[in-house]
Nanobody
């Protein structure tokens, strides 16, 4: 069992930065792949970034207005925490951001067993 709690969201101007954190409880955190997803109003939830159990491999969404090159995912297994550093934020990054844990790495949200409650990120133009 893993419980996830996100923090670090807020209101920021375009071009600014935010660092999201996802704190996990449970001794098995380090055995899970971790992902960040986001959902904007009226849109489906989408994959943003992910990392394997060790943090050595990272993956980023590759779609229009991609986060690749602007966002960085990392994890600290000693602190049971995964982070999402978001730089050069754009208004289209506005969404609720969720962290999630999966037994096996995937970009498909169906593969994630545990989810946090989400944290709102709002980027003003």
């Amino acid at each position: 069992q893993v419980q996830l709690v996100e923090s670090g969201g807020g209101l920021v101007q375009a071009g600014g930065s935010l660092r999201l954190a996802c704190a996990a409880t449970g001794r098995t955190f380090r055995s899970y792949a971790m992902g960040w997803f986001r959902q904007a109003p009226g849109k489906e939830r989408e994959f943003v970034a992910g990392t394997g159990w060790s943090g050595g491999n990272t993956y980023y969404a590759d779609y229009k207005d991609s986060v690749k090159g602007r966002f960085t995912i990392s994890r600290d297994n000693a602190k049971n925490t995964v982070y999402l550093q978001m730089n050069s934020l754009k208004p289209e990054d506005t969404a609720v951001y969720y962290c999630a844990a999966a037994p096996k790495w995937t970009t498909n949200d169906v593969g994630y067993d545990y989810w946090g409650q989400g944290t709102q990120v709002t980027v003003s133009s």
